[in-house]
């Protein structure tokens, strides 16, 4: 399978605690896009990649969340210190820019449950 | 402030019937709108792309219209299917890349 694909798909954790999860993006494509999404509402946008450059983070984004991207292939992100609200679906989408047009594909996400 | 808003909220249709759904957006210099189906606890799956230069996209069963100077788009699904029951989002692109997701729509097709 050549979508793109999220560690864990489900996480359950203690407030206070730190989590880390993975996106593989789908291969050749050169962004990458975390959104956050809560229940009954749309994904919100929270950071993005070209290649292994973080080109810009939402102000949703708190200092508890750090995500990478090394050498522009898989990217995580962490939380450190989680809190209740931070309880949400973690979305990774990954698309090819090509000539100023991109189509953004989707992984199954991460359902991350804080208690 | 840049908003999409996606009415009605939920909707529910026999089978069958054609379906409609509305997304509308605050600010009409967009680079692309794209809708997306979500099952529950599920992903998005890309339904239809439309650039900011077109005016619609087909796809089987699928239409999506793009009218940029009222800032609306329209999904018509023809002749629904219970298996086209799921969450439909629609998410405009107004900043190179950066998706604005509306709340979605909700649909139930009964057999």
């Known amino acids: 399978d050549t979508g793109v694909s999220q560690n864990p798909r489900h996480k359950i954790t203690k407030r206070g605690q730190n989590v880390t999860f993975r996106c593989d993006p789908i291969?050749?494509?050169?962004?990458l896009y975390w959104y956050r999404q809560t229940l009954g509402q749309g994904p919100e946008f929270l950071t993005y990649f070209q290649n292994e450059a973080q080109l810009e983070k939402s102000r949703l984004l708190s200092d508890r969340f750090s995500a990478e991207r090394p050498k522009g292939s898989f990217s995580t992100l962490e939380i450190q210190r989680t809190e209740q609200g931070d309880s949400a679906m973690y979305l990774c989408?990954?698309?090819?820019?090509?000539?100023?047009?991109?189509?953004?594909?989707f992984g199954p996400g991460t359902r991350l449950l804080v208690l | 402030k840049q908003e999409v808003t996606q009415i009605p909220a939920a909707l529910s249709v026999p089978e069958g019937e054609n379906l409609v759904l509305n997304c509308s957006f605050t600010?009409?210099?967009?680079?692309?709108l794209q809708w997306f189906r979500q099952d529950p606890g599920k992903g998005l799956t890309s339904l239809l792309l439309i650039q900011s230069s077109q005016r619609e996209q087909t796809s089987g069963r699928l239409n999506a219209s793009l009218d940029k100077s009222s800032g609306r788009s329209t999904l018509y699904i023809a002749a629904s299917q219970p298996g086209d029951s799921a969450t439909y989002l629609c998410?405009?692109?107004?900043?190179?890349?950066?998706?604005?997701f509306g709340a979605g729509t909700q649909v139930v097709v009964t057999p």
């Open positions: 998410a405009v692109d107004f900043s190179w890349g950066k998706l604005q």
């Open positions: 600010d009409s210099a967009i680079y692309n």
């Open positions: 291969s050749e494509h050169n962004r």
């Open positions: 989408a990954s698309s090819l820019l090509l000539a100023g047009e991109e189509t953004q594909y």
